[in-house]
């Protein structure tokens, strides 16, 4: 699955626009052993693949969002 916040995305390619190559964050929601499991490639380690320090913060902010969605989809 593919998630995007429009909003985080402009800032980053507003920043440098070749993040663009890196977006949209991958999700990936499968079943193990009758568990389902959902896991996610971190934005802040994307993001820190840039030279624009601001970035780090960014992919952080999305990182904690991310984070909180699916924390509570796993409720």
């Given at each position: 699955m593919e998630v995007?916040?429009?909003q985080a995305a402009k800032k980053a390619l507003d920043r440098d626009a070749r993040i663009g190559l890196l977006l949209p964050c991958t999700i990936?929601?499968?079943r193990d052993e009758n568990v389902t499991?959902?896991?996610l490639l971190?934005?802040?380690q994307i993001l820190n693949l840039a030279a624009e320090t601001q970035l780090e913060e960014l992919g952080e902010e999305i990182e904690r969002k991310l984070k909180a969605a699916v924390d509570e989809a796993q409720l």
């Open positions: 995007c916040n429009p990936a929601v499968y499991r959902i896991s971190r934005p802040s």
